[in-house]
């Protein structure tokens, strides 16, 4: 969804988070990628509204903002939940079970790859390659690792999670 100018023109002043940075790499040819990795760092996602805002700040249009947003997989254009469970789909972990873990997170969460619980404390993200084969299956949630995964120790996990989030 394509939103005009002047919705983004209205939430300018909200993203001067990122004005620092535009101004360090603003001026040096290729820096896009940085400037949006350091948007996606302060913001958590990229919205629509930022993009046009770093397009107007760096002079570029807002066209080829998107669509660098959008080739590069390391870019997210909705929020995330509290946790990121990132599930390694690569070759040791998929033999091992990766896909019984993927449908018990599922089944508990209520989602699917790519979406975020209702309470936007979850969000499962199937990625490529954990680089953890020797502790397959695996899943890394906000930079924990946890190896040798069940859909039973998955589900604790999550349960886990859930409790320390109420606390």
Not at 26 to 49: C, D, K, M, R
Request: net charge negative; charged share 20%.
């Amino acid at each position: 969804m394509v939103k005009s100018m002047e919705t983004c023109n209205h939430a300018k002043s909200s993203f001067s988070l990122i004005d620092g940075v535009i101004a360090e790499y603003g001026n040096i040819p290729g820096s896009l990628i940085t400037v949006l990795q350091h948007a996606q760092e302060e913001y958590g996602f990229l919205s629509v509204e930022i993009m046009y805002y770093i397009a107007e700040k760096l002079n570029l249009p807002p066209a080829k903002v998107m669509g660098v947003a959008t080739f590069y997989t390391q870019f997210r254009m909705k929020p995330i939940g509290e946790y990121l469970i990132m599930l390694c789909q690569g070759t040791a972990c998929y033999v091992n079970g990766a896909k019984q873990i993927e449908e018990a997170i599922c089944e508990e969460l209520g989602i699917v790859d790519g979406e975020t619980t209702e309470d936007g404390l979850f969000t499962l993200e199937n990625v490529a390659c954990l680089g953890c084969c020797s502790l397959s299956p695996a899943m890394m949630i906000n930079g924990n690792v946890y190896g040798t995964l069940t859909p039973e120790s998955a589900r604790k996990i999550l349960n886990d999670l859930r409790q320390e989030a109420r606390k």
